[in-house]
């Protein structure tokens, strides 16, 4: 009897690896994260894997850390993810595009018609990761002096989803007659001015492009606070999230499903992704000494820099590394991952030197290192206890790391009847069994709304 729940997957690959030293290892590329053929194999790859889909991550400034730390970081140069995912959305034809896009350090409209564009180019196959940034380095690079408030930030972004998601509303579906005959382009009662006056926007519209292949490219979050997770509840088609174990990561799946139904949103319309650093081996040992080769090769400076990024940008200099984790200020920067992390040190019991050490390879998020079956096991027990609805992989070093993983634990996961042997369709929303969202301004939208709230 096949199964009622397969996993999702999708492949973070901006950075390539979270793990600061895997432009260092043994056969890795060192230019990994710039390089665009290596990117063009990546998303090959992928896609004999059958992902639902390529992630990239964005910040609009390069990481605040100390000189000795950025030195040695490979993520200072590489490509915006806007301008990447058009170019591979030409050398692939199934892979799920997703970009991240700031809605602190951004204009709507922008954004609106790049992901838009990017929508039309890949016949359906864009997702657009809506973070507030969460590098506060950012503000300086757009006339600032400081990070704008946590709260402020996420405030800004509901309304900014709303002015978005209108514009790609500006056209029906088939607004565009091109009557060559008549000569009538459009037709005019097939568009909408949105005129949006708010808070934080006024945006008259229409949308210079038509309305995306998918209605809307797929809104996709990865905050875990409170306001992140109410957020997610009413707008997110995906969450990517990071947790360090299983009952983290039920209660998370728990919480913000259980919050939906308040937006009238039907939990299955939202797949919920943990991250997974995923080390393959033949053996539990031969991972685990990959694992180890690879953490031996991260700088002191690298590891607490890092610490300092995943805590919320603290200060940790002074810091006695062979003590516990002092208490620290609540940050304005990522709380969901501070309050992972000082969790995880106190029922560790962990010195800072320790925490330097977990954090430095892959900033605290869960790691499954073993065989293929072993990775499958616990892919499995997350997926069947309602923990996730699939995984954000995350790879120890490129080309190797994404190749193992694509060519021995995809095919144990199939064998397992656990992921698709084959595309179930041509857009991101079909493979993600996601309903295309109605067109608020030209379709009827009636009983239980699908798709993300949007609020009137
Ligand atoms: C898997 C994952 C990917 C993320 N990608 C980005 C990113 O590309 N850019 C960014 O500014 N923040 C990114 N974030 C951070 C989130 O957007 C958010 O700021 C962070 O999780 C803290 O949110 P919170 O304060 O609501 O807990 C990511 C978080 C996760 C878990």
């Known amino acids: 009897m096949s199964r009622t729940r397969r996993l999702r997957l999708g492949a973070f690959l901006r950075p390539v690896s979270l793990h600061t030293a895997a432009w260092r290892y043994p056969g890795a590329f060192p230019d990994g994260n710039f390089n665009f053929a290596h990117y063009r194999r990546y998303a090959e790859i992928l896609e004999r894997g059958c992902f639902d889909a390529m992630f990239l ?70 997702g657009w990761n809506l973070v507030t940034s969460v590098n506060p380095n950012e503000a300086m690079n757009f006339g600032l002096d400081s990070h704008l408030d946590h709260g402020a930030r996420y405030a ?4 900014f989803f709303d002015v978005v998601t209108g514009l790609w509303d500006s056209w029906a579906d088939d607004a565009f007659v091109r009557d060559v005959e008549t000569g009538v382009y459009f037709d005019p009662d097939k568009m909408h001015v949105l005129d949006h006056k708010g808070a934080h926007y006024n945006v008259r519209g229409p949308l210079n492009i038509a309305r995306p292949v998918q209605g809307w490219p797929v809104i996709v ?12 509840a009413a707008t997110a088609e995906m ?12 209660s998370f799946y728990r919480d913000v499903k259980g919050r939906m139904a308040s937006y009238g949103r039907d939990p299955e319309h939202l797949k919920i992704l943990p991250g997974a650093f995923v080390v393959v081996g033949d053996s539990l040992a031969q991972a685990e000494d990959i694992k180890a080769r690879l953490d031996a090769l991260v700088h002191p400076e690298s590891g607490i820099a890092s610490l300092q990024v995943a805590l919320g940008q603290v200060d940790l200099s002074g810091v006695d590394l ?56 616990q892919m499995e027990e997350w997926l069947e ?36 042997t084959a595309y179930e369709g ?8 996601l309903p295309r969202p109605p067109n608020r301004f030209f379709e009827r939208i009636g009983g239980m709304r699908g798709s993300a709230n949007v609020s009137t």
């Open 156 to 159: 800004k972004a509901r309304e």
């Open 221 to 232: 979050q990865a905050g875990s606070s409170e306001e992140g997770r109410e957020i997610a």
């Open 239 to 250: 969450v990517f999230c990071a947790h360090g174990t299983l009952a983290q990561g039920q």
């Open 385 to 420: 206890t309602r923990g996730c609805d699939g995984f954000n992989v995350m790879f120890p070093y490129v080309p190797g790391g994404l190749e193992a993983f694509v060519d021995r634990v995809v095919p144990e996961l199939q064998r397992r009847d656990l992921f698709r």
């Open 322 to 377: 062979d003590g516990p984790l002092p208490d620290l200020p609540e940050t304005n920067a990522s709380k969901g991952s501070q309050r992972k992390l000082v969790e995880l040190a106190r029922t560790r019991n962990m010195t800072v030197r320790q925490l330097c050490q977990y954090v430095g390879g892959s900033y605290g998020t869960m790691e499954m290192i073993g065989t293929p079956a072993m990775i499958a096991d």
């Open 426 to 433: 041509a857009t991101l929303r079909e493979n993600l069994g």
């Open 57 to 126: 991550a964005d910040s609009l400034a390069v990481l605040k850390m100390p000189m000795g730390a950025l030195k040695r970081s490979a993520t200072v140069t590489s490509f915006d993810p806007l301008t990447l995912l058009p170019a591979l959305a030409a050398v692939t034809s199934r892979l799920g595009l997703i970009a991240t896009a700031s809605t602190t350090y951004n204009e709507p409209y922008h954004i609106a018609r790049k992901f838009a564009s990017l929508d039309h180019l890949s016949g359906g196959r864009a």
